[in-house]
């Protein structure tokens, strides 16, 4: 593509010699750039793209965009507008034919519960024979082929590759989980979506976004990016869901469009009925928790929305397993439930923790942290929580990061009142082990904070540690088998 052909899309004149230019790739790693690439210099949280253009230029880019002067190099454009961010959600748009308009786009935003809500979302329209890319946090699925994420939602040239890498893959839809980061970094400011989804909102983030205020303004910004005739859905189902007009909603009051009624929470099951036009549709699933009863309605919501039949899509439901460290449960024949799940804000653990509690028929045991150069006003929240939900409380590390876990335990350890119950062990392979080793029949324990995840950050180290492995070597210790 010609190169001012793709400028044309950020409003950049060039000189009539580089017009010309062909471009054959977009690169902001300079590491990737190769013999006619253009390379975007952006100004990162960790490192500066500004520092790498001569080494851009010596591996054959033919230009380079800049925020500012960096160097007198002809190749060198300067964006007038200083913010290549947007820049490069804008020519990564035009470079790859703006993918989004030839995929059925699903975006879904909120503190919880996105990973398991777009999860079940393209159960269903797999089900319905939709082939559907995902883009999300415990992996990204492109033509039926799994791939590690790195982060929920990719910069802006990573997204719109692996939207067009779907088209040509043969993906018919794309189920894209959109964090509050993505939002505020113009990952997706090109992208548009045939429906967006807001699951729910809680503290979270406060590290990056100033406020609960404008942390809920910046996840709203979904709703500006629908295509023309795009739908906005929203949970009401707990406290703090904004309101938009013309949206529909779901959630357990008598005016959302999507009500659910009659839930039942079993081990290892739930039901209940989503009411729609005054008809009662039921959906069961053979997975645990209340909290997925609200992410199978999003989905439902979402499925509805796009024209499916309401009945049919509720009894696809039936067969679905589950997310990957969402409240997983580890199974060796033991007598108490063993469950990894991803809760690591406020909100999330005391969700799982009524679950827990709903489920128990005997005690309740958490074993959680909170992770290192993140929001420190969540720690005592979290703390208090389990206070209030627990019966024992096992507090750890949970990627440490640059700070030391012990100050990281004493923030958790200020919302805590009650000293029965409570061990502290900043070791979390010993801390797992503890808290099998207390559990008797009857008991829920939850390992909670990394679900999926299978590494820990210590200092600016990442080591393999998986919840889930570890209580498995645990529970063989304590069963002995």
Known sequence: MKL??????????????????????????SREVTPGSLFVAVT????????YVGQALERGAVAVITEHDV??????????????????????????????????????TGTNGKTSTSRMLAWILEKHGFQTG??????????GRNITASMTTPGALETTKMMNQMVTAGDRCCVMEVSSHALALARVDSVRFDVGLFTNISQDHLDFHESMDEYLHCKMHLFDLLKKG????????????????????????????????????????????????????????NVPGRFNI??????????????????????????????????ESVELGQDFLVAVDYAHTPDALKRILQQASELTENRVIVVFGAGGDRDVSKRPLMGQIADSLADIIVITSDNPRTEDPDLIIQDILGGISSRDGLIVEPDRRTAIETALQTA???????????GHEDYQILGKTKIHFNDREEAVAALRKVLKC
């Open 230 to 285: 795009g739908s906005a859905i929203i949970g009401t189902y707990s406290s703090g869901f904004p309101l938009l007009e013309g949206a529909e909603t779901f959630g357990i009051s008598e005016n959302d469009t999507f009500r659910i009624s009659d839930i039942s929470v079993g081990l290892g099951r739930v039901s209940f009925c989503l009411s729609l036009d005054g008809e009662q549709i039921p959906v069961r699933m």
């Open 44 to 51: 990162g949280f960790d490192t500066d793209g500004h520092q």
């Open 294 to 327: 609200f992410n199978a309605a999003g989905a439902l919501s979402v499925a509805v929305t796009l024209g499916l039949d309401p009945y049919t899509t509720a009894e696809s439901m039936k067969d679905f397993s589950g997310v990957p460290g969402r409240f």
């Open 134 to 143: 995902v883009m999300g946090t415990v992996g990204h699925l492109i033509g």
């Open 4 to 29: 001012q052909c793709l400028l044309e899309a950020a409003d950049i004149i060039v000189s009539d010699e580089m017009r010309e230019l062909e471009v054959s790739s977009i690169e902001e790693d």
């Open 71 to 108: 160097s007198e190099d002809s190749r060198v454009i300067v964006n007038p507008a200083g913010d290549n961010r947007k820049l490069l959600a804008a020519i990564s748009a035009k470079f790859f034919d703006y993918p989004w308009d030839h995929l059925i786009s699903i975006g879904i």
């Open 440 to 450: 008797v029949a009857g008991d829920v324990v939850i390992i909670a904070g990394k």
